[in-house]
Protein backbone atom coordinates (compact mmCIF):
# COMPACT_ATOMS: atom_id res chain seq x y z
CA UNK A 1 0.00 0.00 0.00
CA UNK A 2 1.36 3.78 -0.92
CA UNK A 3 2.01 5.32 2.02
CA UNK A 4 -0.27 8.16 3.24
CA UNK A 5 0.41 10.75 1.34
CA UNK A 6 1.24 14.60 2.92
CA UNK A 7 -1.81 17.08 2.97
CA UNK A 8 0.93 20.16 2.45
CA UNK A 9 2.95 18.38 0.12
CA UNK A 10 -0.73 18.27 -2.26
CA UNK A 11 -1.38 21.72 -1.90
CA UNK A 12 1.87 22.95 -2.33
CA UNK A 13 1.31 22.36 -6.23
CA UNK A 14 0.11 25.14 -8.08
CA UNK A 15 -2.81 23.18 -10.09
CA UNK A 16 -3.86 21.48 -6.87
CA UNK A 17 -4.33 24.50 -5.61
CA UNK A 18 -6.44 25.80 -8.53
CA UNK A 19 -8.48 22.88 -7.97
CA UNK A 20 -9.14 23.31 -4.59
CA UNK A 21 -10.08 27.25 -5.67
CA UNK A 22 -12.50 25.84 -8.57
CA UNK A 23 -14.14 23.57 -6.25
CA UNK A 24 -14.62 25.54 -3.16
CA UNK A 25 -16.97 27.80 -5.10
CA UNK A 26 -19.13 24.23 -6.57
CA UNK A 27 -19.17 20.82 -6.09
CA UNK A 28 -17.75 19.84 -9.90
CA UNK A 29 -17.33 16.47 -11.81
CA UNK A 30 -14.08 15.54 -13.05
CA UNK A 31 -14.56 16.48 -16.61
CA UNK A 32 -15.95 20.24 -15.78
CA UNK A 33 -12.72 20.58 -13.43
CA UNK A 34 -10.47 19.40 -16.33
CA UNK A 35 -12.22 21.77 -18.72
CA UNK A 36 -10.55 24.55 -16.95
CA UNK A 37 -7.09 23.88 -17.32
CA UNK A 38 -4.63 23.33 -20.31
CA UNK A 39 -3.43 20.00 -19.49
CA UNK A 40 -4.45 16.39 -20.12
CA UNK A 41 -7.35 14.77 -18.81
CA UNK A 42 -4.48 12.31 -16.89
CA UNK A 43 -2.78 14.75 -15.41
CA UNK A 44 -5.83 16.78 -13.87
CA UNK A 45 -7.34 12.89 -12.82
CA UNK A 46 -3.88 12.42 -11.16
CA UNK A 47 -4.20 15.66 -9.34
CA UNK A 48 -7.47 15.02 -8.06
CA UNK A 49 -6.66 11.64 -6.86
CA UNK A 50 -3.92 13.07 -5.01
CA UNK A 51 -6.18 15.70 -3.25
CA UNK A 52 -9.06 12.83 -2.64
CA UNK A 53 -5.95 10.78 -1.06
CA UNK A 54 -5.58 13.66 1.39
CA UNK A 55 -9.05 13.72 2.09
CA UNK A 56 -9.18 17.47 0.53
CA UNK A 57 -11.49 16.61 -1.66
CA UNK A 58 -15.15 14.90 -0.86
CA UNK A 59 -16.58 13.05 -3.39
CA UNK A 60 -20.21 12.81 -4.39
CA UNK A 61 -22.61 10.86 -6.41
CA UNK A 62 -25.68 12.05 -7.81
CA UNK A 63 -27.19 9.61 -10.68
CA UNK A 64 -24.19 9.19 -12.88
CA UNK A 65 -21.97 11.28 -12.36
CA UNK A 66 -18.88 12.11 -9.27
CA UNK A 67 -18.83 15.02 -8.19
CA UNK A 68 -16.07 16.73 -5.89
CA UNK A 69 -16.56 19.19 -3.47
CA UNK A 70 -14.08 20.74 -0.91
CA UNK A 71 -14.09 18.72 2.34
CA UNK A 72 -13.77 21.60 5.20
CA UNK A 73 -13.71 18.98 7.78
CA UNK A 74 -9.54 18.39 6.83
CA UNK A 75 -9.21 22.12 5.75
CA UNK A 76 -9.87 22.66 9.88
CA UNK A 77 -7.17 20.06 10.44
CA UNK A 78 -4.78 21.92 8.51
CA UNK A 79 -4.89 25.25 10.38
CA UNK A 80 -7.63 27.06 12.42
CA UNK A 81 -10.43 27.50 9.50
CA UNK A 82 -10.25 31.38 9.83
CA UNK A 83 -6.33 31.38 9.51
CA UNK A 84 -5.72 31.87 6.07
CA UNK A 85 -8.49 33.96 5.48
CA UNK A 86 -6.69 36.35 8.05
CA UNK A 87 -3.36 36.14 6.38
CA UNK A 88 -5.53 36.85 3.09
CA UNK A 89 -7.03 40.23 4.20
CA UNK A 90 -3.68 40.59 5.71
CA UNK A 91 -2.14 40.60 3.02
CA UNK A 92 -4.04 43.28 1.25
CA UNK A 93 -3.94 45.94 4.02
CA UNK A 94 -0.36 45.93 4.28
CA UNK A 95 -0.58 46.50 0.07
CA UNK A 96 -2.82 49.13 0.80
CA UNK A 97 -0.65 50.26 3.56
CA UNK A 98 2.34 50.43 1.22
CA UNK A 99 0.84 51.89 -1.71
CA UNK A 100 -1.07 54.67 0.54
CA UNK A 101 2.61 55.40 1.87
CA UNK A 102 3.82 55.71 -1.20
CA UNK A 103 0.53 58.22 -1.97
CA UNK A 104 1.84 60.64 0.69
CA UNK A 105 5.10 60.96 0.22
CA UNK A 106 4.47 61.67 -3.77
CA UNK A 107 1.87 64.67 -2.81
CA UNK A 108 3.88 66.15 -0.55
CA UNK A 109 6.84 66.15 -2.95
CA UNK B 1 5.55 38.12 13.26
CA UNK B 2 2.02 38.73 14.43
CA UNK B 3 -0.65 39.98 12.20
CA UNK B 4 -1.94 43.28 12.45
CA UNK B 5 -5.30 42.22 11.48
CA UNK B 6 -8.52 40.48 13.34
CA UNK B 7 -10.97 38.30 12.45
CA UNK B 8 -13.67 37.79 14.87
CA UNK B 9 -16.23 35.32 13.00
CA UNK B 10 -18.34 33.71 16.28
CA UNK B 11 -19.81 30.07 15.65
CA UNK B 12 -22.93 30.08 14.58
CA UNK B 13 -23.24 33.57 13.58
CA UNK B 14 -24.08 35.12 10.15
CA UNK B 15 -21.64 37.95 10.68
CA UNK B 16 -17.92 38.50 10.92
CA UNK B 17 -15.81 41.54 11.72
CA UNK B 18 -12.55 42.72 10.76
CA UNK B 19 -10.12 45.07 12.11
CA UNK B 20 -7.05 46.70 11.26
CA UNK B 21 -4.73 48.94 12.45
CA UNK B 22 -2.96 51.04 9.68
CA UNK B 23 0.24 52.99 10.02
CA UNK B 24 -1.14 55.46 7.82
CA UNK B 25 -3.45 59.17 8.80
CA UNK B 26 -7.11 58.59 8.33
CA UNK B 27 -7.51 60.71 5.41
CA UNK B 28 -5.19 58.40 3.35
CA UNK B 29 -6.55 55.13 4.62
CA UNK B 30 -10.27 56.89 3.91
CA UNK B 31 -9.03 57.39 0.16
CA UNK B 32 -7.80 54.06 -0.59
CA UNK B 33 -11.59 53.28 -0.50
CA UNK B 34 -12.97 55.82 -2.73
CA UNK B 35 -10.53 56.63 -5.31
CA UNK B 36 -11.23 53.97 -7.80
CA UNK B 37 -7.60 54.44 -9.11
CA UNK B 38 -6.06 53.52 -5.60
CA UNK B 39 -8.70 50.75 -5.16
CA UNK B 40 -7.72 49.33 -8.32
CA UNK B 41 -4.17 49.16 -6.90
CA UNK B 42 -4.52 47.55 -4.03
CA UNK B 43 -7.58 44.97 -4.67
CA UNK B 44 -5.92 44.12 -7.73
CA UNK B 45 -8.93 44.18 -9.97
CA UNK B 46 -10.04 47.12 -12.53
CA UNK B 47 -12.35 48.90 -11.08
CA UNK B 48 -15.68 49.87 -13.69
CA UNK B 49 -17.53 51.83 -11.84
CA UNK B 50 -16.78 53.61 -8.25
CA UNK B 51 -19.52 56.43 -7.60
CA UNK B 52 -18.06 57.36 -4.03
CA UNK B 53 -21.53 58.87 -2.53
CA UNK B 54 -24.82 58.05 -0.68
CA UNK B 55 -26.67 56.05 -3.57
CA UNK B 56 -23.96 55.80 -5.77
CA UNK B 57 -23.10 51.93 -7.06
CA UNK B 58 -19.67 50.57 -7.73
CA UNK B 59 -18.75 47.49 -10.44
CA UNK B 60 -15.24 45.01 -10.20
CA UNK B 61 -14.06 42.75 -12.42
CA UNK B 62 -10.91 40.60 -13.13
CA UNK B 63 -9.63 39.48 -16.55
CA UNK B 64 -6.54 36.97 -16.71
CA UNK B 65 -4.10 36.81 -19.38
CA UNK B 66 -6.27 35.17 -21.82
CA UNK B 67 -8.73 37.96 -21.60
CA UNK B 68 -11.29 36.03 -19.47
CA UNK B 69 -13.16 37.43 -16.65
CA UNK B 70 -11.92 35.49 -13.35
CA UNK B 71 -13.75 37.99 -10.55
CA UNK B 72 -16.67 40.16 -11.05
CA UNK B 73 -18.08 42.39 -7.97
CA UNK B 74 -21.24 44.70 -7.55
CA UNK B 75 -22.68 46.79 -4.98
CA UNK B 76 -24.40 49.71 -3.66
CA UNK B 77 -23.01 52.60 -1.02
CA UNK B 78 -25.70 52.98 0.81
CA UNK B 79 -24.34 55.80 2.89
CA UNK B 80 -20.64 57.39 2.70
CA UNK B 81 -19.91 60.32 5.89
CA UNK B 82 -15.93 61.09 4.59
CA UNK B 83 -13.42 59.80 6.93
CA UNK B 84 -16.17 58.21 9.31
CA UNK B 85 -17.98 55.35 7.74
CA UNK B 86 -18.97 53.50 4.58
CA UNK B 87 -22.62 51.17 4.54
CA UNK B 88 -22.31 49.48 1.40
CA UNK B 89 -23.10 45.92 -0.24
CA UNK B 90 -21.19 43.38 -1.99
CA UNK B 91 -22.20 40.93 -4.54
CA UNK B 92 -19.61 38.55 -6.52
CA UNK B 93 -21.58 37.64 -9.45
CA UNK B 94 -21.87 34.33 -10.77
CA UNK B 95 -20.49 32.63 -6.71
CA UNK B 96 -23.25 31.00 -4.79
CA UNK B 97 -22.04 33.73 -1.95
CA UNK B 98 -25.07 35.98 -1.91
CA UNK B 99 -25.18 39.44 -1.30
CA UNK B 100 -23.33 40.69 2.06
CA UNK B 101 -24.38 44.22 3.49
CA UNK B 102 -21.15 45.87 5.04
CA UNK B 103 -20.26 48.38 7.84
CA UNK B 104 -16.86 50.45 7.05
CA UNK B 105 -16.32 52.16 10.36
CA UNK B 106 -12.81 54.60 10.01
CA UNK B 107 -11.05 55.82 12.73
CA UNK B 108 -8.20 58.08 13.62
CA UNK B 109 -5.93 57.10 16.32
CA UNK B 110 -3.35 59.67 15.95
CA UNK B 111 -2.30 61.65 13.46
CA UNK B 112 0.02 59.38 11.79
CA UNK B 113 -1.99 56.04 12.54
CA UNK B 114 -5.93 55.00 11.63
CA UNK B 115 -8.05 51.94 12.14
CA UNK B 116 -10.58 50.31 10.05
CA UNK B 117 -13.45 48.09 11.47
CA UNK B 118 -15.66 46.19 8.92
CA UNK B 119 -18.48 44.41 9.88
CA UNK B 120 -19.52 41.88 7.48
CA UNK B 121 -23.31 40.53 7.53
CA UNK B 122 -24.22 37.41 5.46
CA UNK B 123 -27.65 36.40 4.24
CA UNK B 124 -27.37 32.92 6.61
CA UNK B 125 -24.45 30.99 8.80
CA UNK B 126 -23.79 29.29 5.70
CA UNK B 127 -23.18 32.15 3.06
CA UNK B 128 -20.75 33.41 5.88
CA UNK B 129 -18.68 30.14 6.44
CA UNK B 130 -18.52 29.31 2.54
CA UNK B 131 -17.08 32.65 2.36
CA UNK B 132 -14.28 31.81 4.96
CA UNK B 133 -14.04 28.56 2.84
CA UNK B 134 -13.06 30.35 0.06
CA UNK B 135 -10.64 32.95 1.92
CA UNK B 136 -9.27 29.68 3.26
CA UNK B 137 -8.07 28.81 -0.30
CA UNK B 138 -6.93 31.83 -1.05
CA UNK B 139 -4.89 32.40 2.07
CA UNK B 140 -2.98 29.06 1.14
CA UNK B 141 -2.29 30.25 -2.35
CA UNK B 142 -1.10 33.78 -0.85
CA UNK B 143 1.15 32.28 1.70
CA UNK B 144 2.38 29.51 -0.48
CA UNK B 145 3.53 32.47 -2.60
CA UNK B 146 5.03 34.60 0.16
CA UNK B 147 7.21 31.41 1.01
CA UNK B 148 8.11 31.18 -2.68
CA UNK B 149 9.46 34.59 -2.35
CA UNK B 150 11.41 33.96 0.94
CA UNK B 151 12.73 31.35 -0.76
CA UNK B 152 14.15 33.11 -4.01
CA UNK B 153 15.50 35.74 -1.87
CA UNK B 154 17.59 32.88 0.26
CA UNK B 155 18.47 31.75 -2.99
CA UNK B 156 19.84 34.99 -4.01
CA UNK B 157 21.63 35.13 -0.37
CA UNK B 158 23.07 32.07 -0.47
Redesign the interface.
Known sequence: MEARRDVFQAIADPTRRAILTLVALQAMTPGAIADQFDSSRQTVSKHIQILTECDLLKQEESGREIYYQLNPVKMKEIADFIEPFRNMWDDRFNKLETIMKKYKSKKTK | ME?????N?KDGRQELV?T?E????LE??F??YVESG?VE????TKVLKLESKKHGSYRFETTNAQGSIVFQANGVIHDLIPNQKIIRTFEMDN??FGVQLEFYQFEKLTDETSK?EMHVLFESVEHR?QM?????????????N?LQDIVKKLKIKY
Not at chain 2, 3 to 7: E, F, H, P, Q, V
Not at chain 2, 22 to 25: G, N, R, V
Open positions: LKTKIAIRFDLPLLNAIQWMGTPLDIKIGFVQGINMAHR
